[in-house]
């Protein structure tokens, strides 16, 4: 029987990509973006690796407002006979609202971070797990980042993101002990610095790109979402079934030093 998956934040960068993956897998796939005209591009290229009517699905909404959230889960929920898989890619950068360092970050950017990378993903997580409780079964896959793992200087100081990422490393891990007992899995990915819309303030920065030679020193420049999605698609199958609660950096060995 076919899987089912949803990605929030699957319309560009890890989420597309991890998209492209399960089609080729034959799951059937749902991907959520906030722009509506965004979400129509990605779900036209999406088509193009679908293999049967109805495979892709594509849905406008903030991932941070419950109602619209529900929503969609309830559209998904009436037409699958199940909810396999739920990756939570979406996030943002926060400095254009104020965030940065802790003595400087600005109300409206600790709130706006907190609400788009935290509260996002436990609305997503909240109605992934109501679902898969009643089955008994299913895999969660949540994005972080490095920087929830470890410190950073000059080069990306944003505390209130910093702080954001690891909020869902944790919420991931505790959920995942309470939850086993479902027969649910629940893993977070933390990538290092990717190729990704959000990221390009820093990948074309000159004095970034050259710092990511220690950084990143397997691979001396900036990531690509396959090298994320290819480790998301991998705790979401079954070959990762023993494998529950951890935080995997996918970073060029960044974490490592």
Not at 120 to 130: D, E, K
Not at 152 to 176: E, K, L, N, P
Not at 221 to 238: E, I, K, M, Q, R
């Amino acid at each position: 029987m076919s899987k089912h998956a949803i990605i929030v934040g699957g319309t560009s960068g890890i989420g597309l990509a991890t998209a492209k993956i399960f089609l080729q897998q034959g799951m059937h796939v749902a991907v959520i973006g906030r722009d509506e005209q965004k979400g129509k591009s990605a779900e036209a290229e999406l088509q193009a690796l679908a293999s049967v009517p109805g495979q892709v699905r594509s849905f406008a909404c903030d991932a941070s407002d419950r109602s619209s959230m529900e929503a969609v889960y309830h559209t998904l929920l009436e037409s699958w006979e199940t909810l396999d898989i739920l990756v939570h890619v979406a996030g943002i950068s926060g400095r254009k609202w104020g965030d940065g360092p802790l003595d400087e970050c600005t109300e409206e950017g600790w709130h706006v971070v907190m609400s788009n990378n935290v509260t996002s993903v436990y609305i997503s997580n909240q109605l992934a797990l109501r679902a898969m409780k009643r089955q008994k079964s299913g895999v969660i896959v949540n994005i972080s980042s490095i920087l929830g793992m470890l410190g950073a200087q000059d080069h990306f100081v944003t505390h209130a993101y910093a702080a954001s990422r690891g909020a869902v490393i944790a919420m991931s891990r505790s959920a995942a002990v309470y939850y086993a007992k479902d027969g649910i899995r629940i893993n977070t990915v933390c990538p290092g610095l990717l190729d990704t819309p959000m990221s390009q303030r820093a990948i074309n920065n000159e004095e970034i790109r050259e710092a990511l030679t220690y950084f990143q020193p397997l691979a001396p420049h900036v990531g690509y979402p396959t090298d994320v999605a290819a480790a998301v698609a991998f705790l979401a199958s079954d070959e990762a079934k023993f494998i529950t609660g951890i935080a995997l950096p996918v970073d060029g060995g960044w974490l490592a030093q």
